[in-house]
């Protein structure tokens, strides 16, 4: 699994929630992004997660071997959409790399609304 890192005294295995909110807290710190909103959004409102909340807007899944990542955000109008996105994807990945030791194989940035901040 990727989430396990391996050394000469036993294993260590990264829960998902960590990576959850390490990547949150990347994510947010991105220019252009407003905020992150809940991954289960029942009544289809988009309410912008607070500090505290961010690993709520974070899907982390495990397929096989692949690590994957889902964000789930809120971009600033008139800024590029590809071009936050590219950002965030650039800083999350640089952040588990740092932070882990390892980067996530895919991560998708899913836009649910447009917002002045």
Same mark, same amino acid.
């Given at each position: +699994?990727?989430?396990?890192?391996k050394?000469?005294l =036993?294993? !260590?295995?990264?829960s998902?929630?960590?990576?959850?909110v390490?990547? =949150?807290?990347? #994510?947010?710190?991105?220019y =252009?992004?407003? *905020?992150?909103?809940?991954?289960k +959004?029942?009544? $289809?409102l988009?309410?912008?997660? $607070?500090r505290?909340?961010?690993?709520k *807007?974070?899907e982390?899944?495990?397929e096989g071997d692949?690590? !994957?990542?889902?964000?789930?955000?809120?971009?600033?109008? $008139?800024? @590029?959409?590809h071009?936050? #996105?590219?950002? %965030?994807i650039?800083? %999350?990945?640089f952040?588990l790399?740092?932070?882990?030791g390892?980067?996530p194989? @895919?991560i998708?940035v899913?836009?649910? *609304?447009?917002?002045? @901040?």
């Open positions: +699994m990727k989430n396990i890192i050394t000469s =036993g294993e !260590i295995e990264i998902k929630d960590v990576i959850a390490l990547a =949150g807290n990347a #994510a947010v710190e991105c =252009g992004l407003v *905020g992150m909103v809940s991954r +959004m029942s009544d $289809g988009t309410e912008l997660l $607070g505290e909340n961010l690993h *807007g974070v982390v899944r495990l692949l690590l !994957i990542i889902d964000l789930h955000v809120v971009v600033q109008y $008139g800024i @590029k959409i071009e936050v #996105a590219n950002n %965030v650039e800083k %999350v990945s952040t790399e740092n932070f882990l390892f980067e194989d @895919k998708n899913i836009v649910h *609304g447009v917002r002045t @901040k």
